[in-house]
């Protein structure tokens, strides 16, 4: 029974231990579970900022978004969550930054920015924004954002000015071509000619052009031609004419308003004249009295002379050329029966002696007697005759026999040079 009683309870003793050692081991996992466990959800203080609210709350948890919620603040998508002062064992402050959506027009562009707690500049800055110094913004860079801030940008234009020989640029965001001209220091006077003109607005790249006008007196010395008053004289033929008073020219001074354009004279503007010397009137006689037309010789109307008169040579109702050189008063013999001339023309009423250094051989001339009864007509310098050395008459005219030279004889006549 002992020995039994004795087994048994050796045995209960191991059994009791082992159950103990199980219980001291359960507790001591329950213990870990329980100390991890209440380490994990530790309660921690946080405080909530938004702007200007802040809202503390004690919690065990860890999110700063979804604290943020549980402190009672809405957090939109874009808003962004400052935790530099926040951890999780030991809580601290979750800044709210709420995102500020910006409208930025520049130059027409309409563009949309999403910002924090940027200054305008700062964030302009960082969206890569670039200025020129003469654009403008409508808002001081230094301003806060917020959201719904709408911001203009306005960027300056270039004005190109053409003025005294030279180019010169400025950039404007408005104004007149006036403001232009006023950035550029550039005057004008009110002569000047600017185009576009002064008060055109500016929206845009222009070109302005200026012109220097400038007005000065000028003068000038005119002639002043003479008029010609004729006297009719019977004492003259036809054609001839005697000047009785020489003309002279008269004197003027014009002066003008002279208008010159960036130094070229551009316009002559008539202002008066001052006449300083008049002019003398030329006063001449002209001849009325009619001449004969005879060649007593043949007893017909025509000309001593037996060469044709060219297409081109008129004549007057008077027999007398319309058109010549000029006029001789000369005296004429008259030679027959030479067998050839000193040209080599063919002797013969028309072809007649002269001073070849007065009228070289070819030289076409019309001779009429000076009391007007005898045309000898148109004839052609063709012989030399003995009267060059002799000096007694100017030329010598060829006839058809010996009774025309005597009855000739040695004759007062006009020499019409043709040619």
């Known amino acids: 029974m002992i020995t039994n009683s004795s087994s ?37 203080k946080v405080t909530v900022t938004d702007g200007e609210k802040s809202v503390s709350i004690s919690t065990e948890e860890t999110d700063p978004l979804r604290i943020a919620k549980l402190a009672g603040f809405a957090v939109d998508a874009n808003d962004e969550l400052n935790t530099d002062g926040y951890n999780a064992e030991e809580g601290g402050t979750i800044v709210i930054e709420k995102a500020k959506v910006v409208r930025v027009e520049d130059s027409g562009i309409i563009s949309y920015f999403v910002g924090y707690g940027d200054t305008l500049g700062s964030m302009l800055n960082s969206e890569g924004f670039i200025f020129g110094n003469d654009d403008e913004l409508g ?109 002279v020219k008269g004197e003027k001074k014009v002066f003008f308003t002279e208008k010159y354009v960036d130094g070229e004279l551009a316009e002559k503007i008539f202002e008066k004249e001052t006449v300083i010397k008049k002019p003398v009137t030329e006063v001449k006689k002209v001849g009325t009295k009619r001449q004969e037309t ?79 009864k005898y045309v000898y007509g148109y004839c052609v310098a063709a012989d030399t005759g003995g009267f060059v050395k002799m000096g007694n008459t100017d030329v010598d005219l060829y006839m058809d026999n010996e009774d025309m030279c005597y009855d000739w004889g040695n004759r007062n006549i006009k020499i019409y040079v043709l040619n």
């Open 139 to 247: 808002t001081n860079p230094a301003q806060n954002i917020f959201d719904g801030m709408r911001v203009f940008i306005k960027r300056a234009f270039s004005v190109n000015i053409s003025a005294d020989g030279k180019e010169k640029s400025v950039f404007l965001i408005k104004g007149t071509v006036k403001d232009a001209l006023d950035k550029a220091e550039i005057t004008v006077d009110e002569d000047d000619v600017v185009s576009p003109s002064l008060d055109t607005p500016l929206n845009g790249f222009t070109k302005i052009r200026i012109s220097r006008v400038k007005y000065d007196i000028g003068i000038e010395t005119r002639e002043i031609e003479f008029e010609t008053k004729t006297i009719p004289s019977a004492d003259m033929y036809i054609g001839e004419e005697e000047v009785v008073t020489e003309g």
């Open 294 to 372: 005879l060649a007593a010789y043949k007893n017909t109307s025509e000309p001593i002379s037996e060469l044709k008169v060219p297409s081109d040579l008129k004549l007057d109702k008077n027999g007398i050329p319309v058109d010549y050189a000029y006029c001789v008063s000369a005296k004429a013999t008259a030679y027959t029966g030479d067998p050839e001339t000193a040209s080599g023309r063919k002797p013969m009423p028309g072809h007649i002696a002269v001073d070849p250094k007065e009228y070289p051989y070819g030289t076409e001339l019309y001779i009429v007697s000076a009391d007007g």
């Open 8 to 44: 048994v309870g050796k045995t209960g003793r191991k059994h009791s231990f082992r159950i103990l050692t199980a219980v001291i081991t359960v507790l001591f996992i329950c213990s870990v579970t329980i100390t991890a466990f209440a380490s994990a959800n530790a309660v921690t």
